[in-house]
């Protein structure tokens, strides 16, 4: 009765947790057992892990074999710990020494002739090995960059489990095998390297862009068809300020895991862009699926912007989902198998027709569509939606031959030095942008003085404003002042902010 033992990790949303892999190996007829609430690809592992183990020339002990995966009580879903499992087992059958991977994490896939595939999920699961004292890893060598970005991390790669054993002391010929290709990372168009001076006219939807980039404020467009309102929000990231390290660290561990990361690039640096058709599911943006949830667009958007075209044509249901993140940044995903949570601060564009056709412009004269297709349609987008857009405006059709406007760096300049005119009033604090601020700690900085916010007690006594719109308004005032040099608002940044709450009015 012979004990093997190494480390692994169960991903549970973005955390980590380092789970111990035993295998104890029993004088008894052959069996191979595995325990732990593993989910049904971690429970195939057992097949994959005998036909790796006589594929690199290694004898599989035949006794009765039984894995435990601890703690017992955690979930763990994923190929990742076919690595483990395969060296546990040997150490258990003193194939190898049986003290070397005790303090050793092991990650990877194996594949039936015993070549290591990459994972998903590498640098958060690193991140919080390091974290918990266990620096010495090895991954597929395919993962071994993405590894090698956690610091104090010591990472070994390997292209087969007969170079891990070798590694460990087995007698085994190794074999020259190319390392397994990483999936391959579908590539979006370089949204940052769109410049605004392409966008011809439209000074009001390009003033607000502005705006929202400078305070992280959500934003709705609404026009009539080539207005360029999808020209204008995939030109947002551009005019953002990069990634802080922490926050390059985070949005690279999202989408790590979900798949959509190319470690030879490095860190994701820049803010994010996701753009999800119409037909998106709720479980595609906000994220789901069988087992632990995976990661949506709304988390792969974290420090960026979400995208929304055609707003009104998505479902119901997904407009809904978005609530949540958008008032607290966060995303907790509840499942039989397990609670995940993923980070959600994104910036929301949406964009709409004026009503179905969309050519209900100006006196609508050239409209087709029923009032009732109109309430409808823009029903979709439901008031507590909308509360939480802070900035609206209404596009119209661009003349012919208009001017250029400023290029994206020279915005993105003015945007920089409002961020960090933020950044140096929410010193202490844990928020970043105006976008993220709460109301309550705006009004005291306003002083006693309510005149400068009389505007904002009239509409809240006609009810054109919720108490939730009045504190977006301040958000606004304040990010206005910051692109204008002020310490503080005035009245005037109020009173056009509020403007800024009322599709039609223009910025």
């Given at each position: 009765?012979?004990?093997?033992?190494?480390?692994?990790?169960?991903l549970?949303?973005l955390?980590?947790h380092?789970?111990?892999?035993?295998?104890?190996?029993?004088?008894s007829?052959p069996?191979f057992?595995?325990v732990?609430l593993?989910?049904?690809s971690?429970?195939e592992?057992?097949d994959?892990v005998r036909?790796a183990v006589?594929?690199?020339?290694?004898?599989w002990?035949?006794?009765?074999i039984?894995?435990?995966?601890?703690?017992?009580?955690?979930p763990?879903?994923?190929?990742?710990f076919?690595?483990a499992i395969a060296?546990?087992t040997?150490?258990g059958?003193?194939a190898?020494?049986?003290?070397?991977p005790?303090?050793?994490?092991?990650?990877?896939?194996l594949?039936?002739?015993?070549?290591?595939?990459?994972?998903?999920?590498?640098?958060?699961a690193?991140?919080?090995?390091?974290?918990?004292?266990?620096c010495?890893?090895?991954?597929a060598?395919a993962?071994?960059?993405e590894a090698?970005?956690?610091?104090?991390?010591?990472?070994?790669?390997?292209?087969?489990l007969a170079e891990?054993?070798?590694?460990?002391?087995?007698?085994?010929?190794?074999p020259?095998?190319?390392?397994?290709?990483?999936?391959?990372?579908?590539?979006?168009?370089?949204?940052?390297?769109l410049?605004?001076?392409?966008?011809?006219?439209q000074?009001?939807a390009?003033?607000c862009?502005?705006v929202?980039?400078?305070?992280?404020h959500h934003?709705?467009?609404v026009?009539?068809?080539?207005?360029?309102?999808?020209?204008?929000?995939?030109?947002?990231p551009?005019?953002?300020?990069?990634?802080s390290?922490?926050?390059?660290?985070?949005?690279?561990?999202?989408?790590s895991?979900?798949?959509?990361?190319d470690?030879g690039?490095?860190?994701?640096?820049r803010p994010?862009?996701?753009?999800?058709?119409?037909?998106?599911?709720p479980?595609?943006v906000?994220g789901g699926?069988?087992?632990?949830p995976r990661?949506?667009a709304?988390?792969?958007?974290?420090r960026?912007?979400?995208?929304l075209?055609e707003?009104?044509?998505?479902?119901?249901?997904?407009?809904?989902t978005?609530?949540q993140p958008l008032?607290?940044?966060?995303?907790?995903?509840?499942?039989?198998?397990?609670?995940a949570?993923?980070?959600?601060?994104f910036q929301?564009?949406?964009?709409?027709n004026?009503?179905p056709?969309?050519q209900?412009?100006g006196?609508?004269?050239?409209?087709?569509?029923?009032?009732?297709q109109?309430r409808?349609?823009?029903g979709?987008l439901?008031?507590?939606?909308?509360?939480?857009?802070?900035?609206?405006?209404e596009?119209s059709?661009?003349?012919?031959?208009g001017g250029?406007?400023?290029?994206?760096?020279?915005?993105?300049?003015?945007?920089?030095?409002?961020?960090a005119a933020q950044?140096?009033?929410?010193v202490?604090?844990?928020?970043?942008?105006n976008g993220?601020?709460?109301?309550?700690?705006?009004?005291?900085?306003?002083g006693?003085?309510r005149?400068?916010v009389?505007?904002l007690d009239?509409?809240?006594?006609?009810g054109?404003?919720?108490?939730?719109g009045?504190?977006?308004?301040?958000?606004?005032?304040?990010?206005?002042?910051?692109?204008?040099g002020?310490?503080?608002?005035?009245?005037?940044?109020?009173?056009?902010?509020?403007l800024l709450?009322?599709r039609?009015?223009?910025?």
């Amino acid at each position: 009765m012979v004990l093997g033992r190494t480390l692994g990790v169960a991903l549970v949303g973005l955390t980590g947790h380092v789970v111990d892999v035993e295998a104890h190996l029993a004088p008894s007829l052959p069996a191979f057992t595995l325990v732990g609430l593993p989910d049904a690809s971690l429970a195939e592992s057992r097949d994959r892990v005998r036909a790796a183990v006589t594929s690199s020339g290694l004898a599989w002990p035949n006794r009765r074999i039984t894995v435990n995966l601890s703690p017992a009580t955690l979930p763990k879903s994923g190929s990742g710990f076919d690595l483990a499992i395969a060296v546990a087992t040997l150490a258990g059958a003193e194939a190898i020494d049986s003290a070397a991977p005790r303090g050793v994490v092991h990650l990877g896939e194996l594949g039936l002739d015993g070549r290591l595939r990459p994972v998903r999920g590498v640098l958060p699961a690193v991140a919080a090995a390091v974290a918990a004292g266990w620096c010495r890893v090895v991954v597929a060598e395919a993962n071994a960059a993405e590894a090698r970005l956690v610091p104090g991390a010591q990472v070994v790669g390997a292209t087969s489990l007969a170079e891990v054993a070798a590694g460990y002391g087995a007698t085994v010929d190794v074999p020259e095998v190319a390392p397994v290709a990483p999936e391959a990372v579908p590539r979006t168009p370089g949204v940052s390297a769109l410049d605004l001076a392409d966008v011809v006219g439209q000074d009001d939807a390009r003033a607000c862009l502005e705006v929202a980039a400078a305070g992280g404020h959500h934003l709705l467009m609404v026009g009539p068809p080539g207005t360029g309102k999808t020209m204008l929000a995939a030109r947002l990231p551009g005019l953002l300020p990069d990634l802080s390290e922490a926050d390059a660290v985070e949005v690279t561990a999202v989408h790590s895991v979900a798949g959509a990361f190319d470690p030879g690039d490095g860190l994701l640096r820049r803010p994010p862009f996701e753009d999800p058709h119409h037909t998106a599911t709720p479980a595609s943006v906000v994220g789901g699926g069988s087992g632990v949830p995976r990661p949506g667009a709304a988390s792969r958007a974290h420090r960026g912007v979400l995208f929304l075209d055609e707003a009104p044509e998505f479902s119901t249901a997904v407009l809904q989902t978005l609530r949540q993140p958008l008032e607290h940044g966060e995303l907790v995903l509840h499942r039989a198998a397990g609670t995940a949570r993923y980070p959600a601060r994104f910036q929301l564009v949406l964009a709409a027709n004026p009503c179905p056709c969309g050519q209900a412009v100006g006196k609508g004269l050239a409209c087709t569509c029923r009032s009732e297709q109109r309430r409808r349609y823009f029903g979709k987008l439901s008031g507590p939606l909308l509360d939480r857009v802070d900035l609206q405006v209404e596009l119209s059709p661009a003349r012919a031959g208009g001017g250029a406007g400023e290029s994206s760096a020279v915005v993105a300049a003015r945007v920089l030095d409002a961020r960090a005119a933020q950044a140096l009033r929410l010193v202490g604090t844990p928020w970043r942008t105006n976008g993220d601020v709460p109301g309550s700690w705006l009004r005291e900085r306003l002083g006693p003085d309510r005149s400068l916010v009389a505007d904002l007690d009239r509409a809240l006594d006609r009810g054109t404003l919720s108490l939730r719109g009045v504190d977006r308004v301040l958000r606004v005032a304040w990010t206005l002042a910051d692109l204008a040099g002020r310490a503080a608002p005035v009245r005037a940044d109020v009173g056009r902010a509020l403007l800024l709450r009322t599709r039609g009015n223009g910025a």
